[in-house]
Nanobody, 120 residues
Framework: VQLQASGGGLVQAGGSLRPSCSAS????????MGWFRQVPGKERSFVAA????????RYVDSVKGRFTISREYDENTVYLQMNSLKPEDTAVYYC??????????????WGQGTQVTVSS
């Protein structure tokens, strides 16, 4: 199984981006999924998660009300809609798969990241 994130980029503060994460190798609908982010010199941190049904989500407090995680089963893809972006959201964003249906199951598989840069 491989997870591939894409859709990052450079945006001004207040703008929006919608990174996506595609899974190949098998269907991933039975497991919860999530997004993490990492800036140089810091540990990777949790951003958002969604359970296998798509009905239950959770977010880190700093993105609540601005970011929305969703999943499209036909496309085997997870999205992170990011609105009202702030310079402090600048990071490499990684998608991850849980070992379980979620939304609180442990994560055990990470994909390649996509860079998000927010200018002030």
């Amino acid at each position: 199984v491989q997870l591939q994130a894409s859709g990052g980029g450079l945006v001004q503060a207040g703008g929006s981006l919608r990174p996506s994460c595609s899974a190949s190798g098998r269907t991933f609908w039975i497991n919860g999924m999530g997004w993490f982010r990492q800036v140089p010199g810091k540990e990777r941190s949790f951003v958002a998660a969604i359970d296998s049904s798509g009905r239950s989500t959770r977010y880190v407090d700093s993105v609540k009300g601005r970011f929305t995680i969703s999943r499209e089963y036909d496309e085997n893809t997870v999205y992170l809609q990011m609105n009202s972006l702030k310079p402090e959201d600048t990071a490499v964003y990684y998608c991850a798969e849980m070992d379980g249906s979620g939304p609180n199951s442990p994560f055990n598989l990470w994909g390649q990241g996509t860079q998000v840069t927010v200018s002030s």
